[in-house]
């Protein structure tokens, strides 16, 4: 079972930037999808986005395209979310999750390890 750690939450104000981090603890974590998925109070979870083993393809919500920004740095067993152009509407508890199938899924019950998650507040 793939543990996953999650980092960079916080508040910013709106049109700003953040970066969260997602470490594995497991050696063979480049093997495996990580996929960003958000949920906000009272809402559903929320497909943000996804990145292949190899880091070179990547797949997004519509929502989030163009603003937000997904990579991997597999030396060092961390997945990147960068966000942009912060809106209100991303706040959420955002969280990183491994998988062993497709990267184009949304679902998440193809996705077998989840972090904790880590709190986004995007106010003035």
């Known amino acids: 079972q793939v543990t996953l750690v999650e980092s960079g939450g916080g508040l910013v104000q709106p049109g700003g930037s953040l970066r969260l981090s997602c470490v594995a603890f497991?050696?063979?974590?480049?093997?495996?999808?990580v996929g960003w998925f958000r949920q906000a109070p009272g809402k559903e979870s929320e497909f943000v986005g996804s990145?292949?083993?190899?880091?070179?393809?990547?797949y997004y919500e519509t929502s989030v395209k163009g603003r937000f920004s997904i990579s991997r740095d597999n030396a060092k067993n961390t997945v990147y979310l960068r966000m942009d152009d912060l809106k209100p509407e991303d706040t959420a508890v955002y969280s990183c999750?491994?998988?062993?199938?497709?990267?184009?899924?949304?679902?998440?019950?193809?996705?077998?390890?989840w972090g904790q998650g880590t709190q986004v507040t995007v106010s003035s």
């Open positions: 999750a491994a998988s062993r199938g497709s990267m184009w899924s949304k679902n998440n019950s193809d996705y077998e390890a």
């Open positions: 990145v292949n083993q190899e880091d070179t393809m990547t």
């Open positions: 497991e050696r063979t974590f480049n093997s495996y999808v």
